[in-house]
Nanobody, 120 residues
Framework: VQLQAFGGGLVQAGGSLRLSCAAS????????MGWFRQAPGEEREFVCA????????DYADSVKGRFTISRDNAKNTGYLQMNSLKPEDTAVYYC??????????????WGQGTLVTVSS
């Protein structure tokens, strides 16, 4: 499956952004989907994930209550709604597809990153 993430940009602290991840190729609904991020000089970290049906989600503690992951299998698209953004959320965000639980198994498919910059 090919993935393409978009929707990043520059936003002030406290603001919101919505990232999208468009999938093509193999059936998107076969895979769990996750979002990861990598800040400058840091290792890539898990942000959140959603299972194939959308019935289960998982979040890193740092984003719980602020970020919401969702998916629309009919549109082969996943989403990440980010609210109450903080400067420490600044990173390149990547969407990925793989098997549940996404944070325990390295996903097999990755999109290119989209940069999110949160100004203070």
């Amino acid at each position: 499956v090919q993935l393409q993430a978009f929707g990043g940009g520059l936003v002030q602290a406290g603001g919101s952004l919505r990232l999208s991840c468009a999938a093509s190729g193999r059936t998107f609904s076969r895979y769990a989907m996750g979002w990861f991020r990598q800040a400058p000089g840091e290792e890539r970290e898990f942000v959140c994930a959603i299972n194939r049906s959308g019935g289960s989600t998982d979040y890193a503690d740092s984003v719980k209550g602020r970020f919401t992951i969702s998916r629309d299998n009919a549109k082969n698209t996943g989403y990440l709604q980010m609210n109450s953004l903080k400067p420490e959320d600044t990173a390149v965000y990547y969407c990925a597809a793989g098997f549940w639980p996404v944070d325990k198994q390295i996903p097999g498919y990755w999109g290119q990153g989209t940069l999110v910059t949160v100004s203070s």
